[in-house]
């Protein structure tokens, strides 16, 4: 089971990233959990200030950038 | 990416061009409906012709190219726990312009600002400069309510955030929050070709929008008549550069550039007095290009158009609203013109601190300040105001002193509005006494 949490505050670019992590997720056919942290407080937590943000498993993968399915598929391998 | 943008786009363009040939005279003609409702319909058809191709289209590109090719992590080095003082006030300041093209992106960057590195003093300076002075709405501002309230704008929320972040300091000084123990996470800087390559690159867009744009100056000599003149042929100069830019830096197939520049120098030949057609043309033509590649070029006119579809329907909106209970400069809407110049005309303290207020507490969606600010000024809004409201306005808003407050708390949160309002006031009054 994997946790994977999208920071920000539901921008536009937000909801893209987290599009992409449920298609690369699924592609990858793996168990997993997608949770959309927008609570300033929690994000700050992670150490993030350029949002979006993903974090997996606890561990911060990328601040600032949307990015794409297939570079999601990479980091959850 | 086309496969699932189309739509978005063909409503666009489709709204766009029934908003630019809107027949309002004759629809006025054959239906009976209240004066404003073709006051709001007349300022959207002119919005449309007068805003959108030369000054909205390229605003978008440049406000799409600062998100791709400026490394934001680079300027936030400087806003960093172990900054210099001096340089992240300075830094937080103007990076506004850099870093919060869009405006959802700057309560996470205060918040970071203020727990993770320099402090309390550049976060705020940083929240108030950062919705001040973001590129689209400065130039904005400038090409619809003048060149003047545009610099004055600008400086203006400069100094401001300044002032701002150091009362914030010094008021709270004895209470510099115990600092968080987490690392600010930041990308690493990716260099892709050197600064001064990506200056020009800057320098050519900026170029193209401030030359398409050249007012008619009031006398006709001098420098500015003289650019004015020849503007369009200053502006294709500045456009081939740009070209050669794209070609030589940004790995754009000369063949694919040259079916842009061909057509576009063709409609100007062909069609001299419609500079429109041939700026159409340019545009077009970089979209398709820039659009069906990858990598930065697809970047850049991805974020470009995310700009465009997010800011286009709410401006439409603000521009019909704003027609409609103010009119075009010159009419009435309906909200009678006394009640406006009644409230803030003139340059009286109340009317500047009154405006100050309704700025702060309003929510203006990304640029529709503008329309919104052009009713008022047609109605008798005094100068000195209009500024006041322009300062105030766009930095704060209710449901964000909301967000602020989840930060620093409810004491500094108020701190900070009531140093906002204060300071819009007083700047008011100082240009409002100016410009008489």
Known sequence: MRIIQILGKGCPSCEKLAENAEVAARELGIEYQLEKVTDLKQIMAHGVMLTPGLVVDGEVKSVGKVLSSDEIKELLH | ?436
Request: glycine share 10%; charged share 10%.
């Open chain 2, 1 to 436: 990416m086309w496969a699932r943008e189309w739509r978005p786009l063909v409503v666009i363009v489709a709204v766009f061009l029934l908003c630019f040939y809107l027949p309002v005279d004759w629809l006025r003609g054959s239906a009976g409906l209240p004066g404003a409702v073709w006051e709001g319909l007349y300022l959207v058809r002119w919005y449309a012709q007068e805003h959108v191709i030369l000054c909205l289209v390229p605003a978008f590109f440049i406000a799409g190219a600062i998100s791709v090719f400026v490394s934001q992590a680079s300027v936030l080095k400087y806003l960093g726990a172990g900054a210099k003082k001096v340089v992240a006030y300075g830094v937080a300041s103007v990076s506004g312009t850099l870093l919060a093209v869009c405006s959802c992106t700057v309560l996470p960057l205060f918040a970071g600002i203020y727990g993770m590195g320099a402090g309390l003093g550049p976060a705020s300076a940083f929240l108030y400069a950062g919705p001040a002075i973001n590129v689209l709405a400065i130039i904005f501002t400038a090409r619809v309510l003048g060149l003047e309230l545009g610099v004055a704008r600008a400086v203006g929320a400069i100094v401001f955030s300044v002032v701002i972040g150091l009362f914030m300091h010094f008021i709270f000084r004895k209470e510099e929050l115990e600092k968080a123990r987490i690392q600010a996470r930041l990308p690493e800087p990716e260099v892709k070709r050197p600064l001064w390559q990506n200056a020009l690159f800057f320098a050519s867009l900026v170029g193209v929008l401030v030359f398409a744009n050249w007012g008619e100056p009031a006398r006709e000599t001098g420098l500015w008549y003289a650019i004015y003149s020849s503007k369009w042929l200053i502006t294709s100069v500045v456009a081939l550069a740009l070209a050669v830019i794209l070609v030589r830096w940004f790995d754009l197939g000369l063949w694919k550039v040259g079916t842009v520049v061909v057509p576009t120098a063709l409609a100007a030949l062909l069609l001299p007095s419609e500079p429109l057609v041939a700026f159409a043309v340019a545009v077009l033509g970089l979209s398709v290009i820039t659009s069906t590649r990858g990598g930065e070029p697809g970047d850049w006119f991805a974020e470009s158009w995310k700009f465009a579809k997010q800011i286009l329907p709410l401006l439409l909106v603000g521009v019909l609203i704003a027609g409609l209970l103010l009119g075009r400069p010159g009419e009435e809407g309906l909200i009678p013109s006394g009640w406006v110049s009644g409230a803030v005309g003139g340059n009286s303290l109340l009317a500047n601190l009154f405006a100050s207020i309704a700025g702060a507490f309003m929510y203006f969606a990304t640029l529709t300040e503008v329309p919104i600010l052009q009713g008022l000024i047609g109605n008798g809004m005094g100068a000195g105001p209009a500024l006041a409201l322009l300062l105030a306005g766009p930095a704060l808003s209710l449901p964000n002193m909301l967000v602020i407050r989840s930060v620093i708390g409810t004491r500094k949160t108020v701190v900070y509005v009531a140093l906002v309002v204060v300071m819009s006031t007083v700047a008011g009054l100082i240009y409002g006494a100016m410009s008489r």
